[in-house]
């Protein structure tokens, strides 16, 4: 079983960067595909981001242009470069392991293990 644990979310201003990462421990992740998803307070969880094993890439409309998402299989580690923030952006990240992707959205499956979450907070 994987385990997977996100850092990186922090307090930034609107305008601002962060960089989120998702290290991985237990197995390899160099054949999973990986994603971010996001829940702000009162809202579900939701699609941000994704990468395939074969490193393609899907966005949120929402993020597009704005975030890069990224993994380093040496590392067992996948990233979320988050640019340009906005308030709407406050939300808790989770990381995602064993995706399917549909229609250029990453869909958890009943297989997929999360990381326990990180708190990205956008002031305006």
């Known amino acids: 079983q994987v385990q997977l644990v996100e850092s990186g979310g922090g307090l930034v201003q609107a305008g601002g960067s962060l960089r989120l990462s998702c290290a991985a421990s237990g197995r390899t992740l160099k054949n999973s595909n990986l994603g971010w998803f996001r829940q702000a307070p009162g809202k579900e969880r939701e699609f941000v981001a994704a990468?395939?094993?074969?490193?393609?890439?899907y966005y949120a409309d929402s993020v597009k242009g704005r975030f890069i998402i990224s993994r380093d299989n040496a590392k067992n580690t996948v990233y979320l470069q988050m640019n340009s923030l906005k308030p709407e952006d406050t939300a808790v990240y989770y990381c995602?392991?064993?995706?399917?992707?549909?229609?250029?959205?990453?869909?958890?499956?009943?297989?997929?293990?999360w990381g326990q979450g990180t708190q990205v907070t956008v002031s305006s």
């Open positions: 995602a392991a064993d995706l399917q992707v549909v229609g250029g959205t990453g869909v958890p499956t009943s297989r997929t293990a």
């Open positions: 990468i395939t094993w074969s490193t393609s890439t």
